[in-house]
């Protein structure tokens, strides 16, 4: 009663916008009546018409009715023919349909359409595409995988074509020249990474004009949006290359004491299953003593989850019912020191939930018997204190302590690190679940869809942990060049879009990250499909029994089958299981999507079986064959419970399209890992309570609501995952944008030397700051002999001994800049400016690519300041402003050290070091006056290896489009006022951009 009350009031607001759109869909349809009396060289007239009135000040909402209009009214004219699509004849018969427009208008207004399997999500596409691409600005489609990307572009590019559009297609194996021509079409097609690794190629590993792509970032439909913003957003976009150092870490130097950890627990284990069974035995019916006997068993299943003998245990009702009570009295605060002394007496503990594993004071005696500190951290703080009061030590003698404190704490912490890793890989990762070896490499198995992701690896260490685990070559540490996660990359877009079939139960995710709402779109027909209840069953075995009876009777009557697996595991089990019963079947093990989508769309032919993980050929229509609505239409089973209901709902979306019959039904049993992990109470515990006897199946709609109770548990812990790796990534993303800001205008400036002065002259307040601070004699001195070093100005330290900070300022700025001035007389303008370029770039990419080693592992190390009861990202949060900082000066120092040392050809370097030779002395403790010549000859001998040659005129860098700024171009120099609650500041806008960014201040003038 209350649920179809409840059920009356749901989706109203998706209602009230359907109708909000009812004019706006008529007026379209009355406009593309009119449209069928022009010529077709009228109606593509009508393109460059729009794009016209659009740069006379028309928006695009304008333009919209009759844009929408021509899309339509062009795929009705093209009804009838026939087009190549990948290589094959495809006919076309499409025809917008209203809700196909109204998808259309919740793209075109920043929405996610969520329409069902079969609503025509590639043709609704096309609407908004063609309406923004009017702007004249590139607009991109994303799809899951290459072979998609091209069908569809190839599919709809007729269309677009018709129209007078141009249509490209970004494929993996391109070469920049391609890619830039296809990004310079209206409409560009591809995946998410390919267009992220495209960006990342352009703004930070690009040397010259023609690697550069990409135009802006404008407008971006993703098609299977809930995919990419949501599964794989959890993998970064990453180009790495070999790391200059490489310091492998010890993995195969403590692989054989985690074997023999792991085996001890294996052996321990097996005693107590094997304890447990005899107090049972002695117990008989004595329900205390059954009780007290659950001791042994709760730490096998702390211990080791998976052990078999603990799983079959558990399908004696009793047994189940008796350890459940004893998990939830032992977890209470009552019995912490029975629990963690319980806990004690294994080798180490697993959590499954969160996937970790933690040694206990037994496993890191067995591991280090001699040495009760070796899993101490040391408190270096405090060891430096320590070493700094001891004041009979020289200078030097200290310093060494210390640099052997840093390496010890260095050494143990990666210890700590290998052996936590190995343990995961060895306790928590199974090879051909999680991960399968093919070829002497570990790839990483995608959960979700089941495919294979070569070229994937985990991150911090633990893919080595692996690959050492399987004796496979262990790969080199590599060095990252440039980083940007999914969620970043497609935040960086003016408008962004989603279409799918499963997206309401991410609402909160879309909206709270990204910005997106969900809108659901009505089906053209009303829907036929049968949801059954699941059906539960104690024991995997019973589940795959039943399984193939559906099967079997289905395929008698000749009513196709998808059955849906979880893993690639399970499918070739099944298969063994057809096989067996002599049932012709196919199988997707999802490795090559083109082949996917043929077996897929013959899925729905008569008396067909076919068996795919979950995801596997995604965004293939099932269309029935002749006779198959008659014997029921498609019947999809899924095999178990996925941990996400978007991934379930997906698989019973694939039939039933259009109107068609079909039926959906999910076979679970008490084995699967979301029912043991994460359904153990509420109406399950009240079905285990009641002796489910073996064989019984049982079925009813509250055991669906309690599974789907379970799913959002899961969904809620990995959302929670997710937006807490963005929380940190956002701030990486912010210096980001930083960078790559200043390195970009470097490249489009026809001044750069604006920003070399820039860094010069923040390097030269820092510096002198310090100096005025410091007031003495030897602190000028010694800054007299940097200045000297880096720049021809021949700077006495009398001439700014009693100068104030800001004479000192202005004296040596303009002594700099008289003395490059200067410069111009025997270098070519041109080739000046380049060699600029050149070394803003350089030292940016440089000192970028080494920030990204260190934030990296900050990141790997800040989480263990959570046991010191500080909160790491607190923690990452100010530490890494303080590696930021260290990176802006390094970059400025570099580019002090630089820009006098470099020239653009021989000639111009000979006649600069003829100059510095004959103006410059340096000066400075211990230095004593140098000989003439003494600077020429340090400039020379310290040049930039990696500057241009001698000989070149010029230095091409490449153009890079910007970074969309939140902020306004304001300088770097330039005094604003900022503002925070009641709390205002007046400071320079190079130290109030990150307070602005990552604090919550706000900019006021």
Same mark, same amino acid.
């Given at each position: 009663m209350i649920s179809s009350i409840l059920k009356k009031f749901s989706g109203r607001h998706y209602k009230k916008y359907q109708k909000q759109c009812e004019p706006l869909i008529a007026r379209i349809n009355s406009l593309e009546t009119e449209l069928q009396s022009l010529s077709d060289a009228q109606l593509q007239a009508k393109t460059g018409e729009y794009m016209e009135r659009f740069q006379k000040?028309?928006?695009?909402?304008?333009?919209?009715?009759?844009?929408?209009?021509?899309?339509?009214?062009?795929?009705?004219?093209?009804?009838?023919?026939?087009?190549?699509?990948?290589?094959?004849?495809?006919?076309?018969?499409?025809?917008? #349909?209203?809700?196909?427009?109204?998808?259309?208008?919740?793209?075109?207004?920043?929405?996610?359409?969520?329409?069902?399997?079969?609503?025509?999500?590639?043709?609704v596409s096309t609407c908004p595409l063609y309406l923004n691409a009017l702007s004249g600005r590139n607009c991109q489609l994303v799809t899951v995988n290459d072979y998609l990307a091209r069908r569809d572009s190839e599919w709809m590019g007729h269309l677009f074509r018709f129209l007078g559009l141009s249509v490209g297609?970004?494929?993996?194996?391109?070469?920049?020249?391609?890619?830039?021509?296809?990004?310079?079409?209206?409409?560009?097609?591809?995946?998410? $990474?390919?267009?992220?690794?495209?960006?990342?190629?352009?703004?930070?590993?690009?040397?010259?004009?023609?690697?550069?792509?990409?135009?802006?970032?404008?407008?971006?439909?993703?098609?299977?949006?809930?995919?990419?913003?949501?599964?794989?957003?959890?993998?970064p976009l990453i180009i790495s290359g070999p790391m200059q150092d490489d310091n492998p870490l010890p993995f195969l130097q403590h692989k054989p004491g985690i074997q023999k950890l792991v085996a001890r627990q294996q052996s321990y284990c097996a005693e107590l299953v094997k304890e447990t069974k005899k107090a049972l035995e002695e117990a008989g019916d004595d329900a205390l003593a059954q009780q007290e006997a659950m001791a042994p068993l709760w730490k096998v299943k702390q211990g080791m989850p998976k052990n078999p003998d603990l799983m079959q245990m558990n399908e004696e009702v009793a047994i189940r019912r008796a350890l459940d009570k004893f998990d939830l009295e032992i977890n209470s605060d009552l019995q912490k020191v029975q629990r963690y002394a319980l806990k004690e007496e294994l080798f180490y503990v697993i959590d499954e939930k969160n996937q970790q594993a933690d040694l206990t004071e037994k496993g890191r005696a067995l591991l280090s018997p001699n040495d009760p500190d070796a899993f101490m951290l040391p408190d270096l703080p405090t060891q430096f204190m320590e070493i700094d009061?001891?004041?009979?030590?020289?200078?030097?003698?200290?310093?060494? &302590?210390?640099?052997?404190?840093?390496?010890?704490?260095? &050494?143990?912490?990666?210890?700590?690190?290998?052996?936590?890793?190995?343990?995961?890989?060895?306790?928590?990762?199974?090879?051909?679940?999680?991960?399968?070896?093919q070829s002497n490499k570990v790839n990483i198995v995608d959960q979700n869809t089941g495919r294979v992701m070569p070229g994937r690896r985990w991150s911090d260490g633990l893919h080595q942990a692996i690959e050492a685990k399987e004796n496979c070559t262990i790969e080199k540490?590599?060095?990252?060049?440039?980083?940007?996660?999914?969620?970043?990359?497609?935040?960086?877009?003016?408008?962004?879009?989603?279409?799918?079939?499963?997206?309401?139960?991410?609402?909160?995710?879309?909206?709270?990250?990204?910005?997106?709402? !969900?809108?659901?779109?009505?089906?053209?027909?009303?829907? &036929?499909?049968?949801d059954r209840n699941?059906?539960?069953?104690?024991?995997?075995?019973?589940?795959?029994?039943?399984?193939?009876?559906?099967?079997?009777?289905?395929?008698?009557?000749?009513?196709? !089958?998808?059955?849906?697996?979880? $893993?690639?595991?399970?499918?070739?089990?099944?298969?063994?299981?057809?096989?067996?019963?002599?049932?012709?079947?196919?199988?997707?093990?999802?490795? #090559?999507?083109?082949?996917?989508?043929?077996?897929?769309?013959?899925?729905?032919?008569?008396?067909?079986?076919?068996?795919?993980?979950?995801?596997?050929g995604r965004g293939t229509d099932i269309k029935l064959g002749d006779g198959v609505p008659d014997a029921g239409g498609l019947l999809v089973i899924g095999t178990e419970r996925h941990e996400s209901r978007r991934i379930d709902r997906q698989l019973r979306g694939r039939c039933a399209r259009q109107g068609d019959p079909g039926m959906s039904k999910f076979f679970v049993s008490l084995e699967d890992d979301l029912m043991r992990l994460f359904a153990n109470a509420g109406p399950i515990s009240k079905v285990l309570e009641k002796s489910m006897s073996e064989g019984e199946e049982l079925e009813h709609g509250m055991l669906n609501w309690s599974i789907e109770n379970a799913q959002k548990k899961v969904e809620q812990q990995n959302f929670s995952i997710r937006k807490r790796l963005l929380q940190f990534d956002d701030v990486l993303n912010t210096q980001r944008e930083v960078v790559y800001g200043i390195r970009n205008d470097a490249i489009q400036s026809d001044t750069p030397r604006d920003i070399v002065f820039e860094m010069i002259e923040e390097e030269m307040e820092e510096r002198l700051t310090v100096l005025d601070e410091s007031k003495d004699g030897e602190s000028l001195e010694q800054f007299t002999a940097w200045a000297n070093a880096y720049f021809p100005i021949s700077l006495k330290s009398a001439d700014i001994a009693d100068c104030t900070i800001e004479a000192r300022h202005e004296k040596i700025l303009a002594d700099i800049r008289q003395a490059y001035e200067a410069r111009e007389a025997f270098e070519e303008k041109e080739a000046l400016v380049g060699l600029e370029r050149y070394v803003v770039i350089r030292s940016l990419d440089r000192r970028w690519q080494d920030h990204l080693t260190e934030m990296e592992e900050l990141r790997r190390a800040v989480n263990l300041r959570g046991y010191g009861q500080k909160d790491p990202l607190n923690e990452y949060k100010s530490e890494a402003f303080r590696f930021f900082e260290e990176l802006m000066a390094n970059v400025r120092t570099e580019i002090c050290q630089t820009i006098f040392r470099a020239a653009t050809s021989q000639k111009a370097f000979e006649s600069m070091l003829s100059r510095m030779s004959g103006q410059v002395s340096v000066a400075g403790p211990?230095?004593?006056?140098?000989?003439?010549?003494?600077?020429?000859?340090?400039?020379?001998?310290?040049?930039?290896?990696?500057?241009?040659?001698?000989?070149?005129?010029?230095?091409?860098?490449?153009?890079v489009e910007p970074v969309r700024r939140e902020l306004p171009k304001i300088g770097r120099n330039d005094t604003v006022t900022i503002r925070k609650g009641d709390e205002e500041r007046q400071l320079k806008f190079k130290k109030a951009e990150p307070l602005i960014r990552s604090e919550g201040w706000q900019l006021v003038s």
């Open positions: 000040g028309e928006t695009l909402d304008d333009l919209l009715p009759e844009a929408f209009a021509t899309v339509k009214n062009a795929a009705r004219r093209m009804c009838g023919q026939s087009y190549d699509v990948c290589d094959h004849p495809l006919p076309w018969n499409m025809v917008h #349909y209203d809700v196909q427009l109204l998808g259309g208008i919740a793209l075109h207004q920043t929405r996610i359409a969520e329409m069902a399997t079969g609503e025509g999500k590639t043709l297609c970004i494929q993996n194996s391109m070469d920049p020249a391609t890619r830039r021509e296809k990004y310079g079409c209206n409409i560009t097609y591809g995946t998410a $990474s390919e267009f992220g690794f495209d960006y990342l190629r352009d703004n930070g590993m690009a040397s010259s004009k023609a690697d550069q792509v990409q135009r802006d970032h404008f407008f971006c439909i993703i098609d299977e949006v809930d995919s990419i913003l949501v599964d794989e957003a959890r993998t009061k001891q004041a009979e030590a020289e200078a030097e003698a200290k310093q060494a &302590q210390k640099q052997q404190a840093e390496a010890h704490f260095q &050494q143990t912490s990666e210890r700590i690190h290998c052996i936590s890793q190995l343990l995961r890989a060895y306790s928590l990762f199974e090879r051909d679940k999680e991960y399968v070896v540490e590599t060095k990252t060049y440039a980083t940007v996660t999914i969620q970043n990359y497609f935040r960086m877009y003016e408008k962004i879009a989603g279409m799918t079939g499963t997206a309401e139960t991410e609402a909160a995710e879309f909206n709270e990250i990204y910005g997106l709402s !969900v809108m659901i779109i009505p089906t053209n027909k009303p829907c &036929q499909r049968e699941d059906v539960i069953f104690k024991t995997r075995r019973q589940k795959f029994a039943a399984v193939l009876r559906d099967i079997e009777e289905a395929h008698n009557q000749g009513q196709p !089958v998808l059955i849906g697996t979880a $893993s690639v595991e399970a499918s070739e089990a099944l298969s063994q299981v057809l096989k067996r019963a002599k049932i012709v079947h196919s199988v997707l093990n999802a490795k #090559y999507h083109e082949k996917e989508a043929e077996i897929v769309a013959r899925a729905g032919q008569k008396g067909a079986v076919t068996i795919a993980t979950n995801m596997a211990g230095t004593g006056q140098s000989e003439p010549g003494a600077m020429a000859a340090a400039a020379a001998a310290q040049a930039d290896p990696n500057a241009p040659a001698p000989g070149k005129k010029s230095v091409e860098l490449p153009k």
